[in-house]
Nanobody, 120 residues
Framework: EVQLVESGGGLVQPGGSLRLSCAAS????????MSWVRQAPGKEPEWVSS????????YYAAAVKGRFTVSADNAKNILYLQMNNLKPEDTAMYYC?????????????RGQGTQVTVSS
C-alpha cells in the first residue's frame, strides 16, 4: 500500500523558513518522480515543485522559484521541500504526490497534507 505522510508545517512569520518532509512507503521511492502541490482555501490545487527520477532534475512554479528547494533522501524514503523567504500568499495545505507535473501518473497518490500558515 502506497503511503505518503507529510510533516513540518506550521505558523511562520513572513520572511521565515520551514522544511516540509514527506515520508514515503509501499513503493520504490527512489525510482518515482515526485511532486509537491499546495491548495489554499477556496482555490484549486497548485503545482509547486517536481523532482525527476533518475537524474534528480528539479522543477519549480514561477511563484516559488528561487525560494523553495525540493530534494530527497532515498536511503530514508523522504521527500523534502525547503521553503525560504515565505510570503503570506504561500499559506496553504501542502501535499506530496507521486508523478511529474504534466505527465501521466501525476498525483496518482497523494498524502493527507501539512498546513503552512504565513502570517505576522
Amino acid at each position: 500500500e502506497v503511503q505518503l505522510v507529510e510533516s513540518g508545517g506550521g505558523l511562520v512569520q513572513p520572511g521565515g523558513s520551514l522544511r516540509l518532509s514527506c515520508a514515503a512507503s509501499g513503493f520504490s521511492f527512489g525510482t518515482y518522480d515526485m511532486s509537491w502541490v499546495r491548495q489554499a482555501p477556496g482555490k484549486e490545487p497548485e503545482w509547486v515543485s517536481s523532482l525527476r527520477r533518475p537524474g534528480g532534475g528539479t522543477y519549480y512554479a514561477a511563484a516559488v522559484k528561487g525560494r523553495f528547494t525540493v530534494s530527497a533522501d532515498n536511503a530514508k524514503n523522504i521527500l523534502y521541500l525547503q521553503m525560504n523567504n515565505l510570503k503570506p500568499e504561500d499559506t496553504a495545505m501542502y501535499y506530496c504526490a507521486t508523478g511529474l507535473y504534466g505527465s501521466p501518473g501525476y498525483m496518482e497518490f497523494r498524502g493527507q497534507g501539512t498546513q503552512v500558515t504565513v502570517s505576522s
